[in-house]
Each structure stands twice: as C-alpha cells, then as structure tokens.
C-alpha cells in the first residue's frame, strides 16, 4: 500500500497551490492529476493582483513576469456606436493596494508547469501525471483514508491521512462523499473556440462583444484568440443544428472585426460547450475528506474571479492544516475551519454574480438591452472613483490570503529547474 500524508486530487490552480505550499511546510504531499499534461485549452486565463501578490511573496513573481501574457488593467463594456467603451473597474485604482495593479492573461498550462516546477523543488512534493482517482477508501468508521486511481500502466491505491478534492466542478470525490450541493440559477451556457490572431494584433481583451440574444468575450493568446461566446442555457443541441455557417454569422455580428476569419471555425466540432454552473456545498467535508475551488463552489465566467478565489481557498487551507497534518492529527473541526474562512468570499462573489446575471447578462440574453443598466452608466459617468469598487471586488475580493511564513521564499532560493 502506498501512503502519502495529504493525497490533493486534481492538478489545477487550487490544487497545485497547495500542493506547493504544504511541501514548503514539510509535509508530504502527493498530486494527482489525470491528463498527461496541462495543455488543454479553454481554461481560465486570468491571474489576478492578489494571486500576482501571492506568487511574489511565494519568490516566484520574476519567473511569472518573464512568461508569455498581456495585462488588463480595466474593465468595461462597449456602448454607443463608435466603440467607446465603459470603464466599470478600473484597476489602477488599487495602485498603493496591491503589488500589480492589472489582471495578468496567461495560458493556464504556463501557469501550472511553473508551479509543478517549483514543486519539484521540494523534497515532500510529488506530482503524479496520468493518474486519475477512480474512488475513496474508507477506514472502520467510515472516514476517508485515501483514494484509488488508475493509470497507464494500471490499478492502485494510496493511502494518506487527508484528501483534498481540487478536482473542479464534476469533482468525482465530492460526488462519491455524497456532499449536498445548493444550486443557484444561471440564464447562459459558454462555448469556446479559437481564432487565428496576427503578431501585431491586439484586441479589448475581457470587454464582451454584444448584440440581442448572446455576447461573447475575447482573450488573447500567443497566435490566436481565445473566445467564450455566451448564449441562453440549455441551447447547445439547437445551436449546433443551426450549423457553422449560422454560428460563423452570429460571431461576426457580435465581434465584426474578427468576421475577416470566421471560416477558420471548419465545423461545430471545433466549438466546445461548457455547462455553465453556480453553486456551492454546504459543508466542505467528511472525515479525512476536504473540498477546495470549484470542487467546493463552483462559478459563473461573469468576472473571471473562479481561479482566483480557488487559489485562495488554496492558501487558507494550507495555512491552517500545515501544522495539523505534520503533527498527524486533522480533525473535522480542523477542515471545517477552512471552510469558516473562507464561506463569506464565496458567498460575496456568488451574490454579486447572481446579481449581474439578473441585472445584465439575462437582459442581454433576452434581448431587453445591449449594455449595462441606464442607471450604472449615469453614475460611472459622473463619478469615475467608483470604478474602484468593481476593481476591487474582481482584484482583490473580500478577505484575500498572503502566504504563510513557512512557504516564503526570495526569488533566489527558488530552483528554476526540476530536479
């Protein structure tokens, strides 16, 4: 039997964090990742000024700033027909807040592969790729003592004083736990698709493209452009016996300065669709067993904030059970602490969300309105300090975590190469 003191189930942003932070403490920790590699598209982008400040303090911020990405500093929507734009969180106005006044777009994988190498730095942390948990194990009283996988090569199983299922929104340990989810009402699905970007050419990246029934957002990326295009629920099925030529249309209305190379879309093949959810648990664990990000609450796209609270949550649980899982001793009291922490972010972002979804992208979807609410547009426009407040409910959010003392590194002690 293979043993582990905490097995983190799911190599994305959150699980990654704190896999790197518990191995900083000295704890042995094992990740799990399913995938060969992190090079899957149409995942989150965007590295927020908290997670900026966080990678800093982690002596990893120069290794960040020397990857391939674009920086935002405002967040607005188009209005009128010149192609203004209003600024509704403008993020400079954290300058003297926070270390990097700007959303940082990078290709998640780049992200990932500089944790993973900074990982591999210590002697406690092991990153397991092609390895897919396939269950639980449960001891006499019922607690989770670990977890079953499979990979390439085979069946296994590892044991380990904690689990933590960062293993996103269809999170099979959370499913398997039998935690109660709280669903809440979202009007729009996302579809993501990619088209081809010139080297000298730019775009508003994050600020939606409109027009009735559907926008869409624009990321950069190295060669292309990453594009969520958002539609009421449920209309997958319908969109895609539309066709391509139906879809490449709808595109080019709503991004006309993309419609010059919509015919790089070949088929609906190339357009995959997201389920879009907004929920959370309402309690974050079982013995032996503890549910951080998406596996936890999982978020609308409206803000880009799902990453970013992920990572959070990351840091507050590696800051508050280092020190039980060296002393071998996590209680449920000791999970449930987390879950205390950081519930009011959560619910905060979720509110604010569920709030743009009925004020904004519900009146877009149904065709009532092209833009936001009369009223917020009178008042961005006569008070521009007020833009502080979306920037930092989207930058920083309530209660934002800062490393522990045990993770801190300079950037010089940081190895920049796997072992």
């Not at 989810?181 to 775009?203: G, I, N, S």
């Not at 190295?222 to 009421?232: D, K, L, R, V």
């Not at 507050?316 to 001793?329: F, Y």
């Not at 992208?361 to 008070?383: N, S, T």
């Amino acid at each position: 039997m293979e043993r582990t003191t905490c097995c983190v189930v799911g190599g994305g942003p959150a699980g990654m964090v704190l896999g790197l932070l518990l191995a900083r403490a000295g704890v042995e920790v094992t990740v799990l990742e399913k995938h060969g590699d992190f090079l899957r598209d149409f995942r989150g982008d965007t590295v927020h000024p908290t997670t900026l400040d966080l990678l800093d303090e982690l002596g990893l911020g120069e290794r960040f700033a020397a990857l391939p990405q674009s920086r935002l500093d405002r967040v607005g929507f188009p209005v009128g027909e010149h192609g203004e734009t209003l600024v509704v969180g403008d993020l400079r106005r954290l300058e003297g807040r926070v270390g990097h006044p700007y959303i940082a777009i990078v290709p998640q994988w780049d992200f990932l592969d500089l944790l993973a190498d900074a990982g591999a730095a210590e002697p406690t942390f092991t990153l397991r790729m092609s390895t897919e948990m396939t269950g639980l194990r449960h001891g006499d009283g019922g607690a989770v003592t670990g977890v079953t996988y499979r990979t390439p090569e085979g069946a296994g199983e590892l044991a380990a004083d904690l689990v933590v299922a960062c293993d996103g929104r269809g999170s099979t340990a959370r499913a398997e736990a039998g935690l109660e989810v709280v669903d809440f009402p979202c009007p729009m699905d996302a579809w993501w698709f990619r088209l081809p970007r010139r080297a000298d050419e730019d775009a508003p990246a994050l600020t939606p493209r409109m027009a009735p029934g559907r926008f869409g957002v624009v990321i950069p990326r190295e060669g292309y452009f990453q594009i969520a295009y958002m539609a009421p629920k449920g209309g997958d099925a319908a969109l895609r016996e539309r066709g391509i030529e139906a879809f490449r249309a709808d595109v080019a209305e709503i991004a006309p300065d993309l419609a010059d190379r919509v015919d790089a879309l070949a088929s609906m093949d190339d357009v995959k669709h997201l389920d879009v959810r907004l929920d959370r648990l309402r309690r974050w664990h079982v013995p032996g067993l503890l549910c951080l990000g998406d596996a936890a609450h999982a978020m609308s796209p409206i803000g880009g904030v799902g990453i970013n609270l992920a990572v959070q949550d990351a840091v507050a649980a590696a800051t508050l059970l280092a020190e039980p899982l060296r002393a071998g001793e996590v209680t449920s009291a000791d999970l449930d602490r987390v879950r205390r922490r950081r519930l009011l972010p959560t619910i905060a972002v979720q509110t604010l969300q569920r709030v743009m979804h009925r004020g904004l992208v519900r009146p877009v979807l149904e065709g009532r309105r092209g833009g936001p609410p009369e009223p917020i547009r009178r008042l961005l426009a006569a008070f521009p300090p007020a833009t502080i407040i979306p920037a930092y409910l989207i930058g920083v959010g309530l209660r934002p975590e800062r490393a522990p003392a045990f993770a801190r590194r300079a950037p010089e002690q940081v190895s920049a190469d796997r072992p």
